[in-house]
């Protein structure tokens, strides 16, 4: 999706934009369903097929299964600071 936002530009309310955003809602339910928490969404971790508009969630490696607990450890990767450039 982060390639498809870079070449089209910024997605502009559409059917198309309705569908991915219900789709995105749909699969984190499913995700969190199955007792797990992907812990980094966001559209780098989307894959599109442009074929069939279908999304897939990609990049599990931030995550983690569901607990009661706060979680403490951080599994992504950190934003790069203008102080560490």
Request: proline share 2%; aromatic share 10%.
């Given at each position: ?27 984190v339910i499913t995700v969190h369903d199955a007792g797990v928490v ?39 990767r950190l934003p790069i600071s203008a102080n560490?450039?």
């Amino acid at each position: 999706m982060f390639d498809y936002i870079t070449t089209q530009g910024a997605l502009r309310e559409s059917p198309t934009c309705r569908k991915w955003f219900s789709d995105i809602i749909d699969t984190v339910i499913t995700v969190h369903d199955a007792g797990v928490v992907h812990r980094d969404l966001k559209d780098e971790n989307f894959i599109v097929d442009l074929d069939t508009n279908r999304l897939s969630l990609i990049d599990f490696g931030a995550g983690s299964f569901m607990k009661r607990l706060a979680y403490t450890d951080y599994n992504g990767r950190l934003p790069i600071s203008a102080n560490h450039a």
